[in-house]
């Protein structure tokens, strides 16, 4: 069959699913439409959170079916026995309810990503869809049968990987659920349960691998995961912007996207902090620290409580106080919670000491009378206060720190607000909400019971009824509550964590149902990882999975870092590269025409070669110490968006798990071998270093 007729016979179906992905998106609005017409205030109690379910349903079924418009479907393959699927972002039935288009997720699918030329299993072709908008481009064949098919015009091996990776960025990952091969699906369809380590150098595919694989499992264990969510921790905002369109296009909204420095409730902190602070922050040091500025709010007077009230001197003997205080810190409850054993004891003896002097004897009702009473005295509150006050996580490491009010908040310091707010608690009348909330719970689940339906969570039932015609979704739910527990945590960039963040993020997945995702080889943090057991062996049991093959780094890109590598590293293995370099590495010396010129030639360049008609990106990487030099020569480059921008300055941190076609590296030779390491990785299609002092040795062999 000749290629126009492969292709005019794939839009035809293409056309087909896009009509019924159409009609099923128009039937759901209108659906939600009516739910919502019927108002929030009518009717009885169980009625109006009835509307809410399925009005809830309803929204966000109409979410994934928007999420999917670009790249509906990716593929198709056909088996032994004749049979065609075609695979997609989200399962299509007709109107006879046959299967039209399976979800990547569904078993059925599996072939798709699993077959390979030497097991392929019973499939006779895999053919991959390119589509622009809802049109075919392109249409590449993997035949494994040669005497069953006409491969005419078809392509075999990886040339649809390779085919995908060759396109210029857009700033945003590319959809490469179609060119998953067999080592991502590996990690993808692991099991839910246990902790496994993905372990892979640049361009092997890690953040692909576990975002799909979040997908993945909420669609495989949707029943134990749509309650309690999945959290995707990366390593800076740039990033997780970088990777938000991915889960969106594969059908799932319910993840919650977020840095260690967005992990705590009211708190979003984007600023790192210096090497030195960093490492300081980041030592478990910190959690001993934390505990004695606890205990430090713990006090006793150095001789017995005197306090006067009207006009009347009362007084706990220091005895008393010290018995108060260790009676209170040994219930082990938080400090804020425990509070309140000290202020029962001190109101008690305060009490006794009253009907003392008043030389009359009182019954225990009479004493709560005057425990009640003397707890309103500004006099008693102010002197209990100042012994065992109330205390929130900011006020703690503010104090602990010497932060002053208007500094903003460290991405080294979520973990420590955290630690904090471990052992301070909750502040008093947060348990009264609590209780409330516990009895719309209750309410939701007879509700949910009543009608029979199954697929809301009762949790979310009772936030809605709390916010009635808000949707609010587990994602929603779980940002703004700091003790929920998710059903699974994703790390990204993981080598990146101090030991204090992976101690804040194990508090949010006590199964420790876990996939941590990273390169001990690429670590910048002077606080990070050498090596995963160092970090790991104190929490969990853990399996590894390693990624071997670069899909993204340029054959001539990846051995010139590889030589890097081996100076900082020796022991690391570099992944191998499958894609043919354009071009060869350069690097240019800066010379007499300076930087400015030698600069601006390169982005010229770039410009005419790689930035055309709206798409391509390219970075010049530096160190931060330089950053605002370089920005004085290029403020066009200076942006707040990178991933929107042709042209972007960043550091190295800032670059970090982000892909460009052309990479610029300015003065490699002042940049540490790490830093060096991720900052010509980067690189899809060209890299150049621009150099003023002689080249590292392990650059030497680069051409000029």
Not at 120 to 146: A, I, M
Not at 485 to 499: F, K, M, R
Not at 532 to 556: C, F, G, I, K, S
Request: aromatic share 4%; charged share 30%; net charge negative.
């Amino acid at each position: 069959m000749a290629n126009r007729q492969v292709l005019d016979l794939e839009q035809s179906r293409i056309n087909q699913l896009y009509e019924r992905l159409d009609s099923v998106r128009r039937r759901t609005a209108e659906a939600l439409k009516a739910e919502h017409a019927k108002g929030v205030s009518g009717g009885t109690h169980q009625a109006r959170v009835e509307r809410e379910v399925f009005a809830t349903e309803h929204a966000r079924r109409l979410a994934q079916l928007n999420g999917v418009e670009r790249g509906l479907c990716f593929g198709r393959i056909d088996d032994v026995l004749e049979e065609t699927l075609y695979i997609g972002r989200v399962g299509l039935r007709n109107e006879d309810h046959e299967t039209i288009l399976v979800d990547w997720r569904a078993p059925a699918a599996r072939p798709f990503y699993a077959a390979t030329p030497t097991y392929p299993g019973t499939l006779v072709r895999r053919r991959h869809l390119r589509t622009k908008g809802r049109t075919v481009v392109g249409v590449d064949d993997e035949v494994f049968d040669l005497d069953r098919e006409n491969v005419d015009g078809g392509f075999v091996g990886e040339a649809a990987l390779l085919a995908a990776l060759g396109r210029r960025r857009t700033g945003r990952m590319g959809d490469v659920v179609a060119t998953i091969q067999t080592e991502q699906d590996r990690v993808i369809r692991s099991g839910l349960h246990g902790t496994l380590v993905v372990q892979g150098g640049p361009g092997t595919g890690k953040t692909v691998a576990a975002l799909h694989r979040a997908a993945y499992l909420l669609y495989a264990y949707r029943e134990t995961l749509e309650r309690r969510g999945v959290l995707v921790v990366g390593p800076n905002t740039t990033f997780l912007r970088y990777i938000s369109q991915v889960l969106p296009s594969l059908g799932e909204t319910d993840v919650v996207l977020a840095g260690t420095g967005d992990l705590f409730p009211g708190v979003r902190a984007t600023v790192g902090d210096d090497p030195f602070e960093a490492v300081i922050k980041g030592d478990l040091g910190m959690v001993l620290a934390i505990a004695n500025a606890v205990a430090g709010r713990q006090r006793v007077p150095e001789g017995d409580l005197e306090i006067r009230v009207d006009g009347m001197d009362l007084v706990v003997p220091h005895h008393l106080c010290v018995a108060a205080r260790d009676r209170a810190r040994n219930s082990g409850r938080p400090h804020n919670v425990a509070r309140k054993l000290m202020v029962l004891d001190l109101l008690r003896a305060l009490a006794i000491d009253e009907t003392a002097k008043l030389d009359r004897p009182a019954d225990a009702d009479e004493l709560a009378y005057i425990r009640k009473v003397l707890w309103h005295e500004p006099p008693v509150r102010a002197a209990i206060d100042a012994l065992w006050p109330v205390v929130t996580p900011q006020e703690l490491v503010r104090d602990l720190l010497g932060k002053d009010p208007g500094d903003p908040w460290t991405t080294g310091d979520v973990p420590l607000l955290d630690e904090a707010a471990e052992l301070l608690g909750e502040e008093p009348g947060t348990a009264r909400k609590n209780d409330e909330r516990a009895e719309r719970e209750l309410f939701a689940r007879e509700v949910l019971t009543v009608t029979g339906v199954e697929e809301i969570d009762a949790a979310l039932l009772a936030d809605l009824n709390a916010t009635p015609g808000e949707e609010i979704t587990t994602a929603q739910r779980a940002e703004r509550d700091r003790k929920w527990i998710y059903g699974h945590v994703i790390v990204d960039e993981a080598q990146e964590l101090s030991a204090m963040a992976w101690r804040m993020i194990m508090r949010r997945i006590p199964t420790r149902s876990m996939t941590i995702v990273g390169d001990v080889g690429q670590t910048g943090s002077p606080a990070g990882a050498t090596s995963w057991a160092e970090m790991l062996d104190q929490y969990v049991t853990w399996r590894e999975e390693r990624l071997t093959v670069n899909y993204r780094t340029p054959e001539d890109v990846m051995d010139a870092a590889a030589e890097v590598l081996k100076e900082f590293a020796p022991d690391q293995e570099p992944p191998i590269s499958v894609r043919p370099a354009e071009e060869p590495p350069r690097v240019v010396p800066i010379g007499q025409a300076g930087l400015n010129d030698v600069l601006k030639a390169e982005i010229d360049a770039a410009a005419k070669d790689l930035l055309v008609d709206g798409e391509g990106r390219l970075a010049i990487i530096t160190s931060g110490e330089r950053y605002a030099e370089v920005a004085s020569l290029v403020p066009e480059a200076v942006t707040l968006d990178p991933l929107d921008s042709p042209v972007a300055l960043m550091t190295v941190t800032t670059s970090k798990g982000l892909e460009f076609d052309g990479v610029i590296v300015l003065w490699p030779e002042e940049l540490a071998g790490r830093d060096l390491y991720v900052a010509m990785t980067r690189a899809t299609r060209r890299l150049v270093l621009i150099h003023e002092q002689e080249l590292p040795p392990t650059l030497a062999g680069l051409s000029k």
